[in-house]
Structures are given as C-alpha cells and as structure tokens.
C-alpha cells in the first residue's frame, strides 16, 4: 500500500470494516455452516480503503460473528498509518457497534461512523422521523436526521454523539 500511496498522495485516510460471506461446496477445510447467511461457508473480515484497496483481511470459519477478530486485523493498518495524516475515518456496520471499538478508534484519534444495533430508546429518540407524513408521498427520496447525545446503559463509559436518520 505505501507504494501505491507514494504514486497516489493522500490528505487522509478512510476504512472501512465489514464481513463477507464466501459459501463453499463440498468438504472444504475450515468451513462452518451460518445460520444467519443459511450456507456453509467462509466469514472473512476486510478492511478497504476510500479507493476500494484492500488493506487487510483474515479468512475465517463460517460460524464466527462479524466482528470477532476485529483488532487483530485493524490494528496494523491503523499502526500504517499512525502520525501521517490529520484526518483519519473509520465506518463499520452495527455488528462493530461495541466500546472495545470505540475506545480504540478514540485512542487511535479517528472520526467513526458506526451504525448502532436498533434498540427501544433510539427507536423512541427518533419516532417522529419514523412516521410517514400527511399527504402524497414525495416524487424524490426524502433523508432526514436526529443528532444526540447517547449512552448505552452498562456499556459505555461516555456519552457519544449519535446521528440517527430515515
């Protein structure tokens, strides 16, 4: 990677984390059936940068979680890029929505955008952009956002700043 960024200059870095599915056939070695994805298969862990190159990857069971092994595999792309660019971005999906996450991307000094598992109080902070409006609906797609303050009880140390939207 750092040969192609010496052809293809930076001003910051963004990654991106998230899990794929690789269904297999036959007997093949370390395969495991999930039951989320109903197949047999590989649950490999990637991270991509903001050109689509990939960073890493670990090739994993089928039956892990999406998120087991998440350290192992980002850390040493974060520790690349330690110290060489102010603006540094992380975005993952609700299966990394955890404060081991959170507190190393904190340390790390990242910007991230984690997408938070549904639950009852986010689902109550924003009812109201959950509601359909009076009338015709729209020709166009219509996005409208909540941004507060949250905590999850008995998990996080802090409050963090949450932007919720439809």
Known sequence: MDRVHRHRP???????????VN??????????????FACTCYHPLLV?????????????SGNVHSADG???VLEPVVARY???FKRRYFRAD???????VYEFLEMEAYYYAIRLPANQV????????????VGRPPGEVRRT????RYQARGRWLCRRRSSNGR
Not at 23 to 36: F, R
Not at 94 to 100: C, G, K, L, S, Y
Not at 122 to 133: F, M, N, T
Request: aromatic fraction near 14%; proline fraction near 1%.
């Open 10 to 20: 930076l001003n910051g870095i963004m990654l991106d984390m998230d899990s794929s």
């Open 48 to 60: 991509f940068n903001q050109f689509g190159d990939l960073e890493r990857c670990a090739l994993r």
């Open 94 to 100: 609700a299966a990394f929505a955890n404060p081991e």
């Open 70 to 72: 998440w350290k192992d």
């Open 23 to 36: 269904e297999t056939y036959g007997d093949q070695e370390g395969t495991a059936y999930n039951g989320h």
């Open 145 to 148: 956002y909540a941004n507060f």
């Open 122 to 133: 986010l689902q109550q902070k924003i009812g109201y952009l959950l509601k359909r409006s």
């Open 82 to 84: 330690r110290g060489k």
